[in-house]
């Protein structure tokens, strides 16, 4: 494929993503409702911290079940969706609207930035302006769970996006695998973020405008490099080891009912590089144990592809069960601080590897460099890696989130 017509599919994507038919309120019972969430975390001023419709600070947008009640013992499950490239939270209002009437859970769409990519931005090693994936799995969560009683046990966590959305959803999903169980990619641009196609695609972005400052190198870093390897959801295979995985795309030729958007052929070749990369994506995480269900259907980079995607997820089930503690699992990692399977862990000094710990029943090993702590019940540990230790009884994190 010509350089020339993947920097176009990639302009078009960006202006499809924009584009949201505002839908009037129908017969749906649910509830919405919107706060502000300002934090340190995220400079608005900088490339990949603006805001869509020039807001100042993020927003999200909550989705509440019919009959919610605050007080709730049990519970409710939790949905968080994360919108595509040139768009926000609002992107979101017309799918509550249409496809989760009767919903028994809580959807939470929080703004990620017009480009903001789902990821700490490398931004020449200072790893943050903006830290989306601190805020959204630090800070976002965090005042969720305070507002709302949200149910316990992975099961019932699930993530799901569109486009960038959906390569924000697999990084988070494979970040934080203990907490959600379920991941659902809606044409996610791209599982590879080590590929050609994505350092193409992300450079080229300035040339639709509105997206100055953003580039591959500011993002991810050098393409070869640890840190773009350690947020790749493809690089981190390892960690989807217990997920419920539904990845989706068109193959780029339009479907019979949709009818022709103004860059049709444009929208067909974004959609069509997605696609190429879907199996090769649920192929190396299904050999990592994860459950995976991969489609391709016809379809463009558009929302008719999305949104009959979205009623495919809902009878796939975002919140099916899946193992709530394994003793068997892997996890690669570039983060500083975070939490896997119940131990929470932090590095003495941001690390220059992509650290990678296992666990197999008692046993805990770990390559890599550097220092790291890691806690989990009354557990202590303070070790150097590499490292293969035996966890006592007092290590095992069963019970803890």
């Given at each position: 494929m010509r350089q020339s017509n993947f920097v176009s599919a990639v302009l078009a994507g960006a202006v499809v993503l924009a584009l949201v038919l505002v839908v009037p309120r129908g017969a749906s019972a649910g509830q919405a409702r919107s706060f502000g969430l300002p934090s340190p975390l995220v400079d608005i001023n900088a490339p990949g911290g603006r805001l869509a419709d020039g807001r100042t600070a993020p927003k999200v947008n909550v989705y509440l079940p019919d009959g919610f009640n605050r007080k709730s013992k049990k519970g409710y499950p939790v949905l968080y969706l994360l919108h595509g490239a040139n768009g926000?939270?609002?992107?979101?209002?017309?799918?509550?609207?249409?496809?989760f009437e009767n919903f028994k859970g809580i959807v939470v769409a929080p703004d990620g930035g017009v480009f903001g990519m789902y990821v700490n931005w490398w931004n020449g090693g200072k790893r943050a302006g903006p830290a989306w994936a601190s805020y959204h799995l630090g800070v976002l969560r965090r005042e969720i769970e305070r507002r709302y009683p949200i149910r316990k046990g992975r099961r019932w966590h699930a993530i799901g996006g569109i486009s960038m959305g959906g390569q924000g959803t697999l990084r988070y999903a494979a970040m934080l695998p203990g907490y959600f169980g379920a991941a659902v990619g809606l044409s996610p641009a791209v599982p590879d973020m080590q590929s050609?196609?994505?350092?193409?695609?992300?450079?080229?972005?300035?040339?639709?405008?509105?997206?100055?400052?953003?580039?591959?190198?500011?993002?991810?870093?050098?393409?070869?490099?640890?840190?773009?390897?350690?947020?790749?959801?493809?690089?981190?295979?390892?960690?989807?080891?217990?997920?419920?995985?539904?990845?989706?795309?068109?193959?780029?030729?339009?479907?019979?009912?949709?009818?022709?958007?103004?860059?049709?052929?444009?929208?067909?070749?974004?959609?069509?590089?997605?696609?190429?990369?879907?199996?090769?994506?649920?192929?190396?995480?299904?050999a990592r144990g994860a459950d995976v269900t991969a489609v391709i259907t016809c379809g463009v980079h558009t929302f008719g592809v999305w949104d009959r995607a979205i009623v495919a997820a809902r009878k796939w089930g975002f919140f099916r069960p899946v193992a709530e503690h394994p003793v068997k699992w892997a996890y690669r990692t570039v983060a500083t601080s975070g939490e896997m399977w119940g131990f929470h862990f932090r590095?003495?000094?941001?690390?220059?590897?992509v650290a990678g710990l296992r666990r197999n029943g008692k046993r805990l090993a770990a390559s890599g460099s550097g220092r790291v702590r890691l806690t989990g019940l009354k557990c202590r540990l303070n070790l150097k890696l590499p490292f293969k230790v035996k966890l006592g009884r007092k290590c095992n994190p069963v019970g803890k989130r």
């Open positions: 926000g939270t609002d992107s979101w209002i017309p799918t509550f609207e249409r496809f050609q196609a994505a350092q193409i695609g992300i450079n080229v972005l300035p040339l639709a405008g509105g997206a100055e400052g953003v580039s591959y190198d500011a993002v991810f870093g050098p393409p070869d490099g640890y840190w773009a390897e350690g947020n790749s959801p493809m690089a981190l295979a390892p960690n989807f080891g217990h997920t419920r995985i539904y990845v989706t795309a068109g193959d780029g030729t339009n479907c019979p009912q949709d009818p022709e958007t103004p860059n049709l052929s444009l929208d067909a070749l974004t959609e069509s590089q997605i696609s190429a990369q879907i199996e090769p994506f649920a192929d190396a995480v299904r590095f003495a000094k941001p690390s220059t590897v």
